[in-house]
């Protein structure tokens, strides 16, 4: 019942007060006596009333606290995107936001009984869960239909960090591109640039020299290690290991560094450009490589004996968040989600791009689509990125890092200094940027959270005429309702980490 529609509380008579409440009558009202002498003394002196009354006084507060509430949902409301009552919801939307109506294969059909639609609101309980972060990953806000401790439904409400980066995108010049798309997926920059250069260069049509083709592949597969760890310190502490915290920032930052001895940065790189790569690898870089790869391997196992075996984050992780393989599909989840059900798709075997086919690595599948099967996933696809990563290293072809062409790239620096046909090809790369012949171009690359894929339409000019990125943590999240329906409150947070999504890259 709303504040509007109870009537006004009546002064009890003295035999009637029991206990406290009926011994203050005020506590009925919430806590708003002093509001309600605010009232009282502003109706005697301003609408000159000899006597306003407490019940009337009653009735004017109640009025503008639901004037107040009114107005602050009407700030914070997000319209279409929250969960509204099932008295105020349609069937056929009770049905998509239990995760009920998903893309089914032909001839098969939803059995409407199964859905519990007719559950009354005073048996349930809707409660917000972010924004906040990192509690929910980002400022991602999920509202949440309870029975008791159980969650119902759900429905992941996004937005709060939306910068328009498709948009601002097709006001840069393609040689700019990349400064933008690097900062979407902040925890995997690299391949964020990958994506963009790959499609400007399919619009391009340029072939890139080997060495810069084996030095991206050996940039990706590290910041595959990079993300993976990243995630193990965050769902470690999610789930309570403190102690894994600690030790995947340790690793990752072996991984940082060579970033920043290689790009100059420890993220945002704009390392990975159309044409190539920034800079070739320093001085010294295979041994960098032996020490990473030899660290991180033998505390991959270190971080097996802490976590898979341990009794608490067991519990927390076997028979919680399960997903079907069917329903993966029918969602279009990708990466580790997608595999944790049993299906083996990864870009990088089933379409490869880049010499990806002239590497030995396998792809890990799980089997029940759980936590830990997520957990297992990603664990072990660290172990298949390191033995990439040395098979790369051990093939590293030699030759230019870029393409010699003098429309795509600009001249060596050392050039500038020396002939005035270098200054300006290089001032004009860099203010008017590079023209791209008219086309449109989907490129899709295997990125540590799922397929991640850019479409870009050129009209000809030297910025692109359409930009739209497919995030895999975007698409991820459509998974949560069904991933959290009929689990605990206490598991949620485990089970939104479990996805793995990066906000940045969600709202873009």
Not at 93 to 101: P, W
Not at 302 to 322: H, K, M, S, W
Not at 387 to 394: C, E, G, L, V
Request: proline fraction near 6%; glycine fraction near 8%; hydrophobic fraction near 40%.
């Amino acid at each position: 019942m709303s504040d509007d529609d109870q009537s006004p509380v009546e002064e009890p008579e003295p035999e009637q007060e029991q206990g406290a409440a009926a011994a203050d009558p005020s506590r009925h009202l919430g806590g708003y006596s002093q509001e309600i002498e605010d009232l009282e003394e502003l109706a005697t002196e301003e609408l000159g009333l000899a006597e306003f009354g407490s019940e009337g006084a009653r009735t004017v507060g109640r009025g503008r606290h639901a004037a107040e509430v009114a107005s602050l949902v009407a700030e914070t409301s997000e319209g279409a995107q929250e969960l509204f009552p099932r008295a105020d919801t349609a069937s056929s939307e009770l049905r998509r936001e239990v995760g009920a109506v998903l893309r089914l294969p032909e001839g098969n059909f939803i059995n409407t009984d199964d859905i519990d639609i007719e559950r009354r609101d005073d048996e349930t309980m809707i409660i917000n869960m972010g924004p906040q972060h990192p509690s929910t990953h980002g400022v991602l806000r999920l509202m949440l239909e309870l029975d008791g401790e159980t969650v119902l439904r759900t429905k992941p409400i996004i937005g709060y960090l939306h910068t328009g980066m498709e948009k601002t995108g097709e006001e840069l010049t393609y040689v700019q591109g990349a400064t933008n798309v690097t900062r979407m997926d902040y925890l995997s920059p690299l391949t964020n640039e990958l994506v963009f250069s790959m499609a400007t260069e399919a619009l391009l049509e340029v072939e890139l020299p080997p060495r810069a083709v084996w030095i991206r592949m050996l940039m990706a597969e590290l910041q595959r290690v990079s993300s993976h760890l990243m995630w193990m310190a965050t769902n470690g502490m999610d789930l309570g290991s403190t102690s894994m915290m600690i030790y995947g920032f340790r690793e990752r930052e072996m991984v940082l560094s060579f970033f920043e001895k290689t790009t100059g940065l420890r993220m945002n790189h704009n390392y990975i450009r159309p044409g190539g790569v920034a800079a070739d690898l320093p001085d010294g870089w295979q041994d960098d490589i032996a020490v990473i790869c030899d660290t991180v391997m033998v505390r991959s196992f270190e971080y097996d004996e802490l976590l898979t075996g341990q009794p608490i984050f067991r519990e927390r992780t076997e028979a919680v968040g399960n997903l079907t393989a069917e329903e993966a599909l029918s969602l279009s989840v990708t990466g580790p989600v997608l595999r944790s059900t049993g299906v083996p798709w990864d870009l990088r075997r089933t379409m490869p791009y880049l010499d990806y086919d002239k590497l030995d690595f396998d792809v890990i599948v799980g089997t029940y689509g759980d936590n830990f099967d997520r957990y297992s996933v990603r664990l072990n696809e660290i172990r298949e990125s390191i033995k990439m990563i040395r098979q790369i290293a051990d093939r590293m072809p030699a030759g230019d890092y870029r393409v010699q062409d003098r429309k795509v790239t600009p001249p060596p620096r050392a050039r500038i200094d020396e002939s005035m046909e270098a200054l300006i090809h290089h001032f004009k790369i860099f203010t008017e940027g590079f023209r791209v012949p008219e086309g449109e171009v989907y490129v899709a690359i295997e990125s540590p959270r799922g397929e991640l894929g850019c479409y870009m339409v050129s009209d000809g000019t030297s910025k692109p005429y359409r930009m739209h990125i497919r995030g895999p943590s975007f698409v991820n999240l459509q998974a949560l309702p069904v991933l959290l329906r009929g689990g605990l409150m206490a598991d949620a947070v485990a089970v939104i980490s479990s996805v793995d999504p990066v906000m940045g890259e969600v709202d873009r």
